[in-house]
């Protein structure tokens, strides 16, 4: 049960609603409740599926599948994720507002890669690792559905909170978004880098 616990809490941690409401603000502002709740209850359903698939496939998902090594992964997802970070520190909501695409494609765009990133197929994979089957499907059901009940409950709260006190809102919004963007430039250079030790450390076993 610690594990089962321990597992869902990595993933709440890195998918993050109270930081999650800040790249999606732009559509907190635009869209109403009922369409909000909807567009965001489908990205967490295919965000779901992803994050389900390789906590079931684990490594084999790279190794097998994919003929790549998970240490790749991390790599390359830490440089992606650096550079989200980099851009999100420099230009704010406008780096996501790139990243999401036409309005058409809004659900797919919020579940990658704003559900779906390096960090939280990282902790799907660890969860698949620990977890029996069953229970790493529920682990990533509870963590990423229960992120997207917050994110809504934060945009009731938004647009009651707006009206009243719209400076403290964006007050929120900045020092939120200045966060994040240090968050996302730390779990991405700890992905470089675990990534770099284990390339490091097959290759010095190589020469031994």
Excluded: C
């Excluded at 906590?55 to 090594?69: H, N, Q, T």
């Excluded at 406008?94 to 990133?117: D, T």
Aim: aromatic share 8%; net charge neutral.
């Amino acid at each position: 049960m610690n594990d089962f616990i321990n597992s869902i809490a990595l993933l709440l941690i890195l998918l993050n609603p109270f930081l999650l409401i800040v790249y999606l603000m732009e559509l907190v502002q635009d869209l109403d409740l009922k369409l909000f709740s909807s567009v965001l209850i489908r990205g967490g359903l295919i965000a779901s599926v992803i994050h389900i698939t390789f906590a079931l496939l684990g490594d084999a998902a790279f190794s097998k599948y994919l003929r790549a090594e998970f240490a790749s992964f991390q790599i390359f997802g830490g440089i992606v994720f650096l550079i989200v970070g980099i851009n999100f520190m420099l230009k704010g909501n406008m780096a996501i507002e790139a990243l999401r695409g036409p309005p058409e494609h809004i659900a797919g765009s919020i579940a990658m890669p704003i559900l779906v990133g390096p960090a939280t197929v990282s902790a799907s994979v660890m969860m698949g690792k620990t977890l029996s089957r069953p229970m790493a499907v529920l682990g990533v059901l509870v963590a990423v559905m229960g992120t997207v009940l917050v994110v809504i409950s934060l945009k009731v709260l938004h647009d009651w909170v707006k009206p009243r006190h719209e400076g403290l809102v964006q007050r929120y919004i900045e020092i939120a978004g200045r966060v994040t963007a240090l968050i996302v430039g730390i779990f991405a250079v700890e992905m470089i880098m675990q990534g770099t030790t284990v390339w490091v450390e097959r290759i010095l076993a190589a020469v031994g």
